[in-house]
């Protein structure tokens, strides 16, 4: 992982460790939920940045495997392993598992070619 991107997911994660922690200040003083559930927005925001960018990191490593002699196959078990993760995470219902050869690569909404 780079040094910017490993910067920018610490940053983030401090900042949902922020919101959180106000959050559940929030709730122990009784805020009103039209207080409270904005800041709760912001929280899952900053976590989806957070995914994303993982992801992104993910893929181009994905993609430097591609390039690479032999890669097809070592790409195909990294998509598998994402699409385990997603699957886990409840992101994904299960698809297809890609096969050397095929012309794209269907991980739930999107797909690479």
Same mark, same amino acid.
């Given at each position: 992982m780079?040094?910017?991107? =490993?910067?920018?997911i610490q940053?983030r994660?401090?900042?949902v460790?922020?919101? #959180?922690m106000a959050?559940e200040?929030? *709730?122990? $003083?009784q805020? /009103?939920?039209s $207080? &409270? =559930?904005p800041q709760v927005? /912001?929280? +899952?925001? /900053? #976590?989806?940045?957070v995914?994303?960018? =993982?992801?992104?990191?993910?893929?181009?490593d994905? #993609?430097a495997? =591609?390039? %690479?002699?032999g890669?097809?196959?070592e790409?195909?078990q990294a998509?598998?392993?994402l699409?385990? *993760?997603y +699957? %886990? /995470?409840?992101? &994904?219902? %299960?698809?297809?598992v890609?096969t050397?050869?095929? %012309?794209?690569?269907?991980?739930g909404p999107?797909r690479?070619?």
């Amino acid at each position: 992982m780079r040094d910017t991107c =490993l910067r920018d997911i610490q940053l983030r994660l401090k900042t949902v460790r922020g919101h #959180l922690m106000a959050v559940e200040r929030m *709730i122990a $003083s009784q805020h /009103a939920c039209s $207080s &409270v =559930l904005p800041q709760v927005f /912001a929280i +899952q925001r /900053a #976590l989806d940045e957070v995914t994303t960018t =993982l992801i992104e990191e993910y893929t181009e490593d994905c #993609l430097a495997m =591609l390039a %690479a002699p032999g890669g097809r196959t070592e790409f195909e078990q990294a998509i598998r392993s994402l699409r385990d *993760i997603y +699957q %886990a /995470a409840g992101r &994904v219902k %299960a698809r297809r598992v890609p096969t050397t050869g095929d %012309a794209e690569i269907d991980i739930g909404p999107r797909r690479i070619r």
